[in-house]
């Protein structure tokens, strides 16, 4: 079994209009720069995909990444927790436009929405947002005498994450907050493409430490020097143009 | 039943064609007894990865007596053995893994399937201390359950039946029941014969079975080296 | 910071008549015998506690570990999902007595159950166990098509683990197939007590790798040696009485 | 207004305040901005344990400029640095510990506190951007949730009401704020005030207050040093 991919074109290939794709990072941490940075090249060399509902927990920064697949305009509908961020006009002005669709999810609730996803839990109860505006329209129950609100599992057709290393069957580990989302996305998507700095052989890594087990990673493709996202940010990246 | 019970296939050769089905690359989690017999019998070429309730993905063959290592067991408390590759992971990510879709196959022994496909597998009744460990989790999230089975009981009561008697594992979750004379899809609420063995009439096979066996197309014949 | 207990007496002193107990292992792997013995210690030479309610896959095996802690008579309920084991007499004799009272779980909803009450998760749904007598009393609701049991969050007054290594932080790796449990009991439980081989300093663990954060964590004692209950078993070892 | 106003506490008189109540081996969540100031303050030989949404417990202090690793960030995405004893979990188990209960202190900015507890901190209304973060599920979960916050608005009005009149965080869910001029508790739906600036009336200190200042007991001098 070997679950390597070639090159980046190929990892996002499958990804189709209307599809909805998960990707990782918090802020720059994790994020998965050069297969979103395919999957804009993908686009603009063939139109598509386009229409696509992408689930992260921010907006991105800047005008690479995550900011510069939004300002493509391939995404109609983004569910994040906080879109609000240092250098947000990307969005920001999307949103204001009418141009893009929010779905705002308290991060935890995110969090959990995908795990359940992944993990066959249809819904759960949390605490979180009762009694807020983002509880309006869910259902509320009580447990113990305590109120909280029911949330449904997330699900996508395509996870995008980025880790530190991976094998050839597919496990993972990831490099400090850099994991975040990623063990999550990994399991809710029906395919999950990872951008990892090495692949290595089976047995590489150690059986204890493997964060994500390879039967929740579809492919795995090398990018031996991941571009920090934050680092581009800071250097007035702009993508596909990068002017630095 | 005598004229033909020399050629049932043993619980061996069961094993052997359930695993004939099991696609390079799978990830297959195999029920205690009968359904972890699967594992010796992979076609050659083909890479299977097992996965174990107890937080095991990618584990090997049992090691020689004398050489187990008592932390490293599958569901049934047997010993296993590490291979390049295996990753280990605590109960509720065993069963994400379980519920969430994760696992092309999993394999189970039963007392009895219904036509529907509902699995009795954990409980003979109100008698003795009732188990039932993940069964009612691996019937739910597999892309296919399969049942490995004897097709009667031992005083040759069928086990494939219109309904379950027994208490359920689970409804309408079994897609392909293996037995030691035939190999059954469940379709739209019916038994569909697939193989038998050629020594075996539809009569008797019909005779052995609680419920109406549909032919769709050609029965192939059920065989199975020895092994 | 140091969670380190001086020994297994005073490892398990807190635990009081009628409480719940949640004890990590499946089979003998990851059951922290030790730890268990302790208890029996205690209740031996002073009548307590007892009416605990004890949360483990199984029923324990031979007169070692839980199946001594539940032959002493302390314990009135077990939660669990298999308690058929090879050599079950013990729960099986008192179970049949009527002097046991069992709760039985589906195992995957046993572990989401025990992690729920760790994640502030009141209730779930979950396909297991539907349309069977273990969801008999229990809420049914449909998403998308298809039916799912409700399920609630199970909590623990004390949770008794086993661990490879421990930080004086409580950071905790665990052995191969022995971490089962004990990660989702770490979190559940208000008092979480872990045994480990060895403890070692903060910094000594690979940040990386650590499977349980110090924060679910309350004690650790070092047991530098511990018993692995399948051979003890295999030796016909009873506890208090060790014939080997 | 004026009279006072340059007794106020800095933000890091605030955060210094704040910080004298965290007990020793409190774990503890610090929310973005001025509640991340309380980290500076630890008294001498109390150990704190920080804890990040996006997944890092027991974290350091910021590294010197030029020496940042951006995949070693805390949930204001500003960079952080090692401590022995990090671990490093997703999302969902950094959330596990937030909801959980396993967090001893949260502390967080706020919009408006109400007498009952509630929480607006994340939406100034329809207009902006709505983004809400873990602020949710911060208030539900760590046994205690503090906030920090200006006794009033930028323009003299009051944060500490009766109602919020903003978009809410969470019900119920404060139990102490450190604001710039007192030390309040909330208490059976009613602001308890425990400490105050000495030069401040409780006339004045009420009139820059939303909602009734009951005081039960002592009212102590809040006094904090420069810092």
């Known amino acids: 079994m070997d679950k390597t991919l070639p090159d980046l074109a190929t990892a996002v290939a499958g990804i189709e209009d209307g599809m909805s794709v998960m990707i990782g990072g918090f802020g720059g941490s994790g994020a998965p720069v050069e297969l979103i940075h395919a999957l804009i090249d993908r686009f603009r060399a063939t139109g598509h995909p386009k229409g696509l509902t992408v689930v992260n927990n921010n907006a991105g920064n800047g005008h690479v990444g995550l900011a510069a697949l939004i300002e493509t305009g391939m995404v109609a509908k983004l569910i994040c927790s906080f879109p609000r961020s240092s250098d947000p006009v990307v969005f920001t002005e999307m949103y204001r436009a009418g141009k893009i669709e929010l779905e705002l999810v308290p991060q935890g609730t995110l969090a959990e929405r995908i795990r359940a996803g992944g993990a066959g839990i249809p819904a759960f109860y949390t605490p979180s947002s009762f009694g807020t505006d983002l509880a309006e329209g869910k259902p509320v129950a009580e447990f113990d005498g305590r109120s909280y609100v029911q949330e449904r599992w997330l699900k996508a057709d395509y996870a995008l994450v980025k880790a530190y290393k991976g094998d050839k069957l597919g496990n993972l580990i990831y490099r400090m907050a850099g994991r975040n989302f990623g063990p999550l996305m990994c399991t809710a998507a029906a395919t999950t493409i990872v951008q990892v700095s090495q692949i290595v052989e089976p047995g590489a890594l150690d059986p204890e430490a493997v964060v994500t087990p390879g039967i929740f990673v579809q492919g795995v493709v090398e990018v031996a020097n991941p571009a920090q996202e934050e680092a581009l940010i800071r250097a007035k990246a702009v993508y596909p143009e990068v002017a630095q | ?227």
Not at chain 2, 23 to 41: K, S, T, W
Not at chain 2, 130 to 138: K, Q, R, S, Y
């Open chain 2, 1 to 227: 039943m005598s004229a033909h019970s020399t050629t049932r296939l043993t619980p061996a050769q069961m094993a052997w064609r359930a695993a004939q089905d099991i696609a390079d690359g799978a990830y297959v989690n195999l029920g205690i007894g009968l359904p972890e017999m699967v594992a010796r019998f992979q076609p050659p070429g083909r890479e299977v990865i097992f996965h174990t309730e107890n937080g095991i993905l990618g584990f090997g063959e049992a090691p020689p007596p004398g050489e187990e290592d008592w932390d490293l067991i599958n569901a049934g408390k047997k010993a296993v053995t590490l291979k390049p590759g295996t990753a280990f992971f605590h109960h509720a990510d065993s069963f994400a893994m379980v519920r969430g879709g994760h696992l092309d196959v999993a394999i189970l022994g039963a007392f009895q399937v219904s036509e529907s496909g509902d699995l009795a597998n954990w409980s003979t009744g109100p008698k003795g201390v009732p188990a039932v460990g993940g069964a009612m989790d691996l019937v739910h999230g597999a892309k296919q359950v399969a049942v490995i089975t004897d097709h009667t009981t031992k005083d040759g009561k069928p086990k494939l039946l219109e309904a379950c008697t027994l208490p359920l594992t689970g409804v309408a979750c079994v897609t392909r029941v293996y037995t030691n004379l035939a190999v059954v899809d469940i379709e739209g609420g019916r038994f569909v014969l697939r193989e038998k063995l050629p020594a075996l009439s539809m009569d008797e096979l019909q005779s052995l079975t609680g419920a109406t066996l549909h032919v769709m197309g050609a029965v192939a014949d059920l065989n199975a080296p020895e092994v």
